[in-house]
T-cell receptor
Framework: DAGVTQSPTHLIKTRGQQVTLRCSPK?????VSWYQQALGQGPQFIFQ???????QRGNFPDRFSGHQFPNYSSELNVNALLLGDSALYLC?????????FGPGTRLTVL | GENVEQHPSTLSVQEGDSAVIKCTYS??????FPWYKQELGKRPQLIID?????GEKKDQRIAVTLNKTAKHFSLHITETQPEDSAVYFC???????????FGSGTKLNVKP
């Protein structure tokens, strides 16, 4: 039973570019949440998807958008990248309470 | 919304000693409280959790206690080992807001 997987592992982009990160949830999980974790900080909630719809959203600008597919996998898109978007992006899947994190995608914006 | 505060931000203990990390929350509707361990460069891993209908839960050297009246919960690690060194995050979840709020993390250093 595979856990939560994310791709790519690392990504380097330049300011103004766009990026798409991908996540496959743990088997049996229907809810996917995305978090941004800056160095030395706790995970900050970006948004959550359930039944292919954005159910909750944190304090992130519209440059951050997402999508959930019928198989529950999800994408996070970030447009017009800023230097401050450099962080570890974590995907977490859950079914009711327990939430499990993926390995993350390390995004560096130059 | 919910506000989760975590203390201390750093904790240094000698191998074999106990470590305690505390979190407080603001929303009395929160009903699920997980703890995550994050080693450098790795994903947060769920190590223990507790629901609001339980006051204490134990798993080998790790235990979590919950005081609903005071709105705080604590992680207890006994007989600490160097491999316990990591950053620990607490979180709170409630049916009304349907998402996790994380504490700011505690960096635990266990000295051999």
């Amino acid at each position: 039973d595979a856990g939560v997987t994310q791709s790519p592992t690392h990504l380097i982009k330049t300011r103004g570019q766009q990026v798409t990160l991908r996540c496959s949830p743990k088997s049996g999980h229907d809810t996917v949440s995305w978090y941004q974790q800056a160095l030395g900080q706790g995970p900050q909630f970006i948004f959550q998807y359930y039944e292919e719809e954005e159910r909750q959203r944190g304090n992130f600008p519209d440059r951050f958008s997402g999508h959930q597919f019928p198989n529950y996998s999800s994408e996070l898109n970030v447009n017009a990248l800023l230097l401050g978007d450099s962080a570890l992006y974590l995907c977490a899947s859950s079914q009711e309470y327990e939430q499990f994190f993926g390995p993350g995608t390390r995004l560096t914006v130059l | 919304g919910e506000n989760v505060e975590q203390h201390p931000s750093t904790l240094s203990v000698q191998e074999g000693d106990s470590a305690v990390i505390k979190c407080t929350y603001s929303d009395s509707a929160s009903n699920y409280f997980p703890w995550y361990k994050q080693e450098l460069g790795k994903r947060p891993q769920l190590i223990i959790d507790i629901r609001s209908n339980v006051g204490e839960k134990k798993d080998q050297r790790i235990a979590v206690t919950l005081n609903k009246t005071a709105k705080h919960f604590s992680l207890h690690i006994t007989e600490t080992q160097p491999e316990d060194s990591a950053v620990y995050f607490c979180a709170a979840w409630g049916n009304n807001f349907n998402k996790f709020y994380f504490g700011s993390g505690t960096k635990l250093n266990v000295k051999p």
